[in-house]
Nanobody
Framework: QVQLVESGGGLVQTGGSLRLSCTASGNISRIIAMGWYRQAPGKRRELVASLDARDGRQFADSVKGRFTSSRDNAKNTVYLQMNSLKPEDTAVYYC?????????????????WGQGTQVTVSS
């Protein structure tokens, strides 16, 4: 089994920055591809960033140029650096993992999920 624990959410003003962390424990040798999702009230969960086994990165159009992702294998942790935050970025953010080389756009393809962390951007 694999556990993912997120941290780093909070309240920030428009234009501010936050860095989310997602630390894995358990049978982590099976984790390769990671995804960052978010879900705002009344909206569907959406994929905002992904990081594959070769550290290939993809981002949703809504966050390109503002969000970056990285991985620290020694700490079993992936990060989502969020800059120039906007009120529309307000959501619960989740990290997700799957034992595959490539990421997926389908949330059902990720068997492991963190508990979520709230990000609130005030205007």
């Amino acid at each position: 089994q694999v556990q993912l624990v997120e941290s780093g959410g909070g309240l920030v003003q428009t234009g501010g920055s936050l860095r989310l962390s997602c630390t894995a424990s358990g049978n982590i040798s099976r984790i390769i591809a990671m995804g960052w999702y978010r879900q705002a009230p009344g909206k569907r969960r959406e994929l905002v960033a992904s990081l594959d086994a070769r550290d290939g990165r993809q981002f949703a159009d809504s966050v390109k140029g503002r969000f970056t992702s990285s991985r620290d294998n020694a700490k079993n942790t992936v990060y989502l650096q969020m800059n120039s935050l906007k009120p529309e970025d307000t959501a619960v953010y989740y990290c997700a993992a799957r034992n595959a080389i490539r990421t997926s756009t389908a949330s059902s393809e990720y068997p492991y999920w963190g508990q979520g962390t709230q990000v609130t951007v005030s205007s």
